[in-house]
Every structure is written in structure tokens, then in C-alpha cells.
């Protein structure tokens, strides 16, 4: 199975369009929803990117040209949509703190099940990103970031185009699918059992930490021997308590 194909099975499982969210996310002034808000910020220096997004069906963090922020927040559902969610940007030196909220009554569920949020920043200003968010199908694309933490609740993680150090805690069961591999993932889990799948052929080594964490490998969907290159300047990383990461690879 290769990338597109395993891209399109999560979005399917999850009811989402792959075709609308990959224009979506190259294009901010174009959108496949009926209704959405949007929020702009220029920037001129490096940030520290701090960001809190609650709980939506799809979250999707990509890196830009240009000095502009961008937060669209979309709905097919919600008419509503600007009256019921509020993005809030605060920049503070060098650090920028962004941060949604729903109003007005609309639930968790609602959010979880009708909402889409899509940001881009400018990638030549980030120093690292903090990003907290709950979501179905949680993205970042064409994004190179010294660290990026990812605090989630998310059974799918998808890395595509990404470069640097990715740290992810979550606890729930996941799949980490990569486009490739160009630096580090770092994930952190207690009582978890996730795979995170790799293009075959990638070089990269393994660190296992924390208390009964066990990494394994898989191929054709098979359990195998190690496939790792010792020497090799990435790394797929399991921390936590009690958990297993298979690493699995597709052609």
C-alpha cells in the first residue's frame, strides 16, 4: 500500500475528503465548506508558536511563504460559524499564543463531528510549536520545525513534509503515518498500543524509554526482525508506561 492509499483510508474511515483537504491546505483563500471563518496576522521576526484548539473533527497545521498567519475555522453544518467560535491571537515578544474557543452554546460533540480547523504559519519565522488539540484526524504538512510538541487526543496523526523533531503525547491507540522520515518522533504514551508507518527504505534507529515500552517491526503486515540503521540521524522514540509501537513500513 503506498502513501496516498493509506492517506485516503484514514480520511475515509474518518469521512473526510483527501482531494478537498490537500486544496484546502495549499490554497487558504479557497475552500471546499460552506461556511467558515478566517483570522490573519502578519508577523516580521521569529516566534515561538503556542496554540490550543480544543476539540474538532479535523486539525490541519501546515508551514507558508510569505509574514501571514492564517486560522480558518470551516463547517459544512454550522451557519453560525462565526458567531460561534472565537480565535483569539496574542502576540507577546517573541512568542505568539493563538487559541479557539467555542461559544454560545455549541458542544464538544458538535465541534468533534462538524468542524475543521486549518492554520498556516510562516515557516521562516517559527522557532518551535506547541499545539494542543483534540481531533479525529490530526495533520502537519510542509513544516520544518527545530521541535514541535503535540499535546492530542488523536487515533490519526499524519506527517507530510515534515523536518525536525516531532514530540507527541497521547493516549489513546494511534496510527502515525509518515511521508517520510527527516529528524526525529517522539512519542509518548501510557497503556497505548499504536503503529507509526514509514516508506520503505527509510534508514533510522529506535530509542525505547520509560517502564515497559516495547517497539516492534512489521512488514506486509507481519512482524519481523529489526530494520534499523545504527547510525542513522533519525529516530523513532517510544516514552511512557506500558505501551508498544510497531513501526511498519509501505511501499
Do not use: W
Amino acid at each position: 500500500m503506498t502513501f496516498n492509499e493509506k492517506l485516503e483510508a484514514i480520511y475515509q474511515q474518518a469521512n473526510i475528503s483527501q482531494k478537498n483537504t490537500l486544496e484546502d491546505t495549499a490554497n487558504p483563500n479557497k475552500t471546499h465548506y460552506l461556511y467558515e471563518t478566517v483570522t490573519e496576522y502578519e508577523i516580521n521576526q521569529q516566534k515561538r508558536f503556542d496554540m490550543k484548539f480544543g476539540s474538532v473533527k479535523q486539525f490541519v497545521l501546515s508551514g507558508c511563504e510569505g509574514e501571514k498567519i492564517t486560522i480558518r475555522v470551516a463547517s459544512d453544518t454550522l451557519p453560525t460559524l462565526q458567531r460561534d467560535f472565537q480565535v483569539k491571537i496574542d502576540d507577546i515578544r517573541k512568542r505568539i499564543d493563538i487559541q479557539a474557543k467555542r461559544k454560545n452554546g455549541i458542544s464538544q460533540e458538535t465541534a468533534e463531528n462538524e468542524v475543521s480547523i486549518f492554520v498556516q504559519i510562516p515557516e521562516k519565522y517559527v522557532d518551535t510549536v506547541e499545539c494542543a488539540v483534540n481531533a479525529g484526524v490530526l495533520e502537519i504538512h510542509s513544516l520544518k520545525c527545530e521541535n514541535t510538541e503535540l499535546d492530542a487526543k488523536a487515533p490519526n496523526l499524519i506527517l507530510n513534509g515534515v523536518a525536525g523533531t516531532v514530540e507527541v503525547n497521547c493516549n489513546l491507540n494511534m496510527n502515525i503515518l509518515c511521508q517520510s522520515l527527516n529528524g526525529a518522533v517522539e512519542v509518548n504514551q501510557i497503556s497505548a498500543d499504536s503503529k507509526i508507518y514509514i516508506p520503505q527504505g527509510t534508514k533510522f534507529k529506535t530509542d525505547e524509554k520509560g517502564f515497559g515500552t516495547v517497539i516492534t517491526y512489521e512488514q506486509n503486515g507481519k512482524e519481523t526482525e529489526p530494520f534499523i540503521t545504527k547510525d542513522s540521524d533519525n529516530v523513532i522514540e517510544l516514552n511512557g508506561i506500558k505501551s508498544r509501537l510497531a513501526v511498519c513500513t509501505y511501499n
